[in-house]
């Protein structure tokens, strides 16, 4: 059989993965509105897709994405007794890891935007 060639074909799965990259990233930048339900749903579609990435570009990118929503998780359990004990620096703590998520995200969704790939750690 002789196999059929789609004109655009890989374009449009680039391109398709882009959007998809994006959305990823608003999802979790405007997560704080849903309780966090917008970055898990994230989450679960970066650890699906993970497999088809065609590139280190994209690799690291959804690395970074998990990684943001790993470590910022681990911070809001570590700090979460403060407001047990203390109602204000717990709204402090949450309110620095917050500001900290977000410059995450919009860091990670700029350097997407301009073409740069994030940093991998050793």
């Known amino acids: 059989m002789d196999e059929v060639v789609i004109p655009g074909g890989p374009a449009r799965s ?4 882009r959007t998809l990259t994006h959305v990823l990233y608003g999802l979790h930048t405007l997560s704080f509105f849903s309780a966090g339900v917008f970055s898990v ?10 497999d088809d990435l065609p590139d280190d570009f994209y690799r690291s990118h959804f690395r970074w994405q998990a990684r943001s929503f790993w470590f910022t998780l681990g911070w809001l359990l570590l700090t979460s ?10 709204w402090l703590a949450w309110s620095v890891i917050g500001l900290w998520y977000l410059y995450r995200f919009l860091r990670g969704w700029w350097n997407f935007n301009e073409g740069r790939a994030m940093p991998v750690p050793l």
């Open 14 to 17: 680039e391109d398709g993965l």
């Open 41 to 50: 749903i994230a989450l679960i579609i970066n650890y699906v897709k993970r």
């Open 81 to 90: 007794p403060l407001w047990v004990l203390f109602v204000l620096p717990g």
